[in-house]
């Protein structure tokens, strides 16, 4: 085998976040983000992302890229090199851009067996991965998922969106089980929260454009919270962009850090330019990417 390339696409979720690891439906939507991968045999396995500040021969990115090659059939160790324009631990699905990248290069035949592979690799990751990540990263587009029904596109078409990064790095796998000990320990009320959740995703995949999410981003935001899944740095995040004019905002993603998304046609500069005076990084993006 020599040298081959593979490509995968970051993530925003819309709506839904947490509440699709227990059935109900999540919107979200492909990112003009990704990560391209070439990968070749080597006597060692190593991973190298320059953009992530990541170079290791042992650990988690090289467990998940030897998980990805067994559920495909392929022996022997690797090298990837990637080039990734998606930023790490930001909630935007750079580990599922990189693991359905990597199926793609180690020779994946179709969508669901990239997707299958690439599960693999996320489950090294974040233990319980719900499936929307790698189901974007390979798909693109915007959509509705569920882990019952899978992946059911939308025809919505593109829209812009500026996302807010907190510089506070998140982890999906502890996130998760935060809310599953909630789930124990109150478990009406979690599950009405996460029901809610779900709800608003139904009710934003029925908007006719995207200035209908707005409204929806900020309940969610608000019951995420109730999650205890904000921190007050992802709150402010939410009030500058609201203050100068967003729609909606909310963090998006496992939460606990990471980043937040604002809804704002037409003043998309203007919000970014808010969290920049207040020392955030932020950029514009098209989401429903194909």
Same mark, same amino acid.
């Given at each position: 085998?020599?040298?081959?390339?593979?490509?995968?696409?970051?993530?925003? &979720?819309?709506?839904?976040?947490?509440?699709?690891?227990?059935?109900?439906p999540a919107l979200a939507g492909a990112l003009a983000l990704g990560v391209r991968v070439r990968v070749e045999p080597?006597?060692?396995?190593?991973?190298?992302?320059?953009?992530?500040?990541?170079?290791?021969?042992?650990g988690a990115a090289v467990a998940a890229i030897a998980a990805i090659a067994a559920a495909l059939g392929r022996t022997g160790s690797f090298a990837v090199h990637a080039d990734a324009t998606v930023p790490s631990r930001a909630g935007l699905g750079s580990s599922a851009a990189l693991c359905v990248a990597v199926a793609r290069a180690l020779g994946a035949a179709d969508d669901a067996a990239t997707e299958a592979a690439a599960q693999a690799g996320e489950q090294v990751f974040h233990g319980n991965p719900s499936g929307i990540d790698v189901a974007l990263a390979t798909r693109g587009g915007l959509g509705l998922f569920s882990r019952g029904s899978g992946f059911t596109p939308l025809?919505?078409?593109? $829209?812009a969106l500026v996302i807010g990064l907190s510089g506070e790095p998140r982890d999906t796998a502890a996130r998760v089980a935060d809310v599953a000990r909630q789930r124990t320990s109150r478990p009406a009320e979690t599950d009405r929260l996460l029901g809610e959740l779900g709800a608003l995703?139904?009710?934003g995949a029925g908007a006719h454009d995207a200035t209908g999410l707005g409204p929806l981003l900020d309940r969610a935001h608000e019951l995420l919270a109730q999650l205890g899944l904000t921190t007050p740095t992802l709150d402010r995040l939410c009030a500058l962009a609201r203050a100068a004019g967003a729609h909606g905002a909310k963090l998006t993603g496992a939460g606990g850090g990471g980043a937040v998304l604002a809804l704002a046609p037409g003043r998309e500069e203007a919000i970014a330019a808010a969290w920049r /005076?207040?020392? $955030?990084? /932020?950029? &514009?993006?098209?989401?429903?990417?194909a």
């Amino acid at each position: 085998m020599t040298a081959t390339v593979g490509t995968g696409l970051g993530k925003v &979720i819309l709506l839904g976040e947490h509440a699709v690891v227990y059935g109900h439906p999540a919107l979200a939507g492909a990112l003009a983000l990704g990560v391209r991968v070439r990968v070749e045999p080597a006597p060692q396995p190593r991973v190298v992302v320059p953009a992530w500040g990541l170079a290791v021969d042992d650990g988690a990115a090289v467990a998940a890229i030897a998980a990805i090659a067994a559920a495909l059939g392929r022996t022997g160790s690797f090298a990837v090199h990637a080039d990734a324009t998606v930023p790490s631990r930001a909630g935007l699905g750079s580990s599922a851009a990189l693991c359905v990248a990597v199926a793609r290069a180690l020779g994946a035949a179709d969508d669901a067996a990239t997707e299958a592979a690439a599960q693999a690799g996320e489950q090294v990751f974040h233990g319980n991965p719900s499936g929307i990540d790698v189901a974007l990263a390979t798909r693109g587009g915007l959509g509705l998922f569920s882990r019952g029904s899978g992946f059911t596109p939308l025809a919505l078409p593109s $829209f812009a969106l500026v996302i807010g990064l907190s510089g506070e790095p998140r982890d999906t796998a502890a996130r998760v089980a935060d809310v599953a000990r909630q789930r124990t320990s109150r478990p009406a009320e979690t599950d009405r929260l996460l029901g809610e959740l779900g709800a608003l995703a139904v009710a934003g995949a029925g908007a006719h454009d995207a200035t209908g999410l707005g409204p929806l981003l900020d309940r969610a935001h608000e019951l995420l919270a109730q999650l205890g899944l904000t921190t007050p740095t992802l709150d402010r995040l939410c009030a500058l962009a609201r203050a100068a004019g967003a729609h909606g905002a909310k963090l998006t993603g496992a939460g606990g850090g990471g980043a937040v998304l604002a809804l704002a046609p037409g003043r998309e500069e203007a919000i970014a330019a808010a969290w920049r /005076a207040d020392g $955030f990084t /932020a950029f &514009i993006v098209d989401v429903g990417a194909a």
